[in-house]
């Protein structure tokens, strides 16, 4: 038999000790450093208080946490098995939660679930990456350069995007299609189809921003001119850039800020948390926010090209792809760079289902990383 057999054989039946030794732990510390950012954030948005926001914040990581590693540890190939399952609960509780969901600011996006509420699409994004790579698993080069193949996945993207933006939420529905997109490619869609979808879509904006709801409209309008409403439509943006800018370079001290401290910041629990932490601890301490989102996104891709297997990579990627959307969004969002949307930054803004959902995504990244010598069997293991 030779080496590498003997060594994949070794690698692919290892017990519960030999799986945890094969976590990266450098990844979870950088994900707990990321928590723990949230903690100090939330402690300063409840006026240098643990309640409400901080304690519950750090509780919810630690049960994520223990998640993410009860996950980590099911094999990849078990997971693989659900992914179509998965993809179809997920449908079935959009479609849930849009005849009997919980309505909030115009919207209608929860469900209640053991007395809290939960947001059924951010479920669904995971769900949908499962799904997708389990079709794309056994795809070669030729079938990917068939349109016909790719009929059935683009057909299970665009139901969840569309059963979303129905609620609506436009900005998870976006990052929902981004998120199938970066599956399509990674899996060896063509390049010159992705521009011909996205010259498609740049065409439909005029049509699509006259179906948006007035609300939707506005936010467009505002990031257009938010000068032209100054105290309505406008506000938002307007205070986040004044916060944005009070906070200079090293920032005005923890606790200090006085656009947080005084309440002329909107939601600085949840959308404008980034904000909030620029105003007290300025450009630098941005900076070093925005770095460690970076070395989480590049942990990540570095699972993708560690992993030997096509399930696991496109998982790896479409994890990934979800948590870089979630961040790039939400700090765009707060500079005024893309119209401010309901998108938070992950496991530093407050709220339950986002944090748990981010969690269970990093849990299935960490099994592609334990099990990135798993053999599926069908010749489509390698690279």
């Known amino acids: 038999m030779a080496v590498t ?29 990321l928590a723990s950012v949230g903690y100090v954030a939330l402690y300063s948005a409840a006026g240098g208080s643990p309640e409400p926001y901080a304690a519950r914040h ?11 590693l009860c996950i980590a540890m099911v094999d990849i190939r078990f997971i693989a098995r659900l992914a179509w399952p998965t993809y179809a609960l997920g449908v079935a509780l959009l479609v849930l939660v849009l ?15 053991g007395g809290t509420q939960w947001q059924p699409s951010e479920f669904m994004k995971i769900a949908l990456v499962l799904a997708l790579a389990s079709w794309f698993h056994r795809a070669s080069w030729e079938r990917m350069g068939n349109p016909l193949f790719l009929i059935p996945p683009a057909i299970a993207t665009l139901v969840p995007v569309a059963l979303i933006l129905k609620e609506p ?21 063509r390049w010159w189809k992705v521009i011909l979808i996205v010259a498609a879509i740049g065409g439909g904006l005029p049509m699509a921003y006259n179906h948006l709801h007035d609300y939707q409209r506005a936010r467009i309008d505002t990031f257009m001119n938010p ?18 800018g009070s906070g200079g370079m090293w ?23 980034f904000t909030m932490l620029a105003e007290e601890f300025g450009l630098v ?74 969690m269970i995504g990093m849990g299935l990244l960490m099994s592609v990383h334990v099990h990135r010598d798993a053999e599926f069997g069908d010749g489509r293991d390698e690279i």
């Open 99 to 113: 005849r009997m969901g919980h309505v909030g600011k115009g919207a209608q996006r929860w469900i209640e679930l």
């Open 285 to 358: 301490g941005s900076l070093a926010v925005m770095g460690l989102l970076c070395l989480i996104v590049i942990g990540g891709t570095i699972i993708a090209l560690r992993c030997r297997h096509q399930f696991g990579r496109l998982v790896a990627v479409g994890i990934t792809t979800n948590f870089f959307m979630y961040a790039f969004v939400n700090i765009a969002m707060v500079m005024g760079a893309i119209p401010v949307g309901g998108v938070p930054l992950p496991l530093v803004s407050h709220g339950g289902s986002a944090m748990i959902m981010v």
């Open 251 to 273: 920032g005005k001290g923890f606790l200090q800020g006085t656009q947080g401290k005084l309440n002329f910041l909107p939601e600085k629990q949840t959308d404008f948390i």
């Open 227 to 244: 000068e032209s409403d100054p105290l309505g439509a406008g506000y938002n943006i307007i205070q986040s850039k004044i916060a944005l």
């Open 5 to 33: 057999d003997r060594r994949l054989i070794r690698e692919t039946n290892f017990g519960l000790t030999g799986k945890l030794f094969r976590i990266s732990w450098i990844y979870t510390l950088l994900l707990c450093a």
């Open 169 to 189: 939420n436009l900005g998870t529905a976006v990052i929902t299609a981004v998120v199938g997109g970066a599956v399509f490619l990674a899996a060896g869609m």
């Open 58 to 68: 750090i509780l919810r990581f630690a049960f994520g946490l223990g998640l993410m």
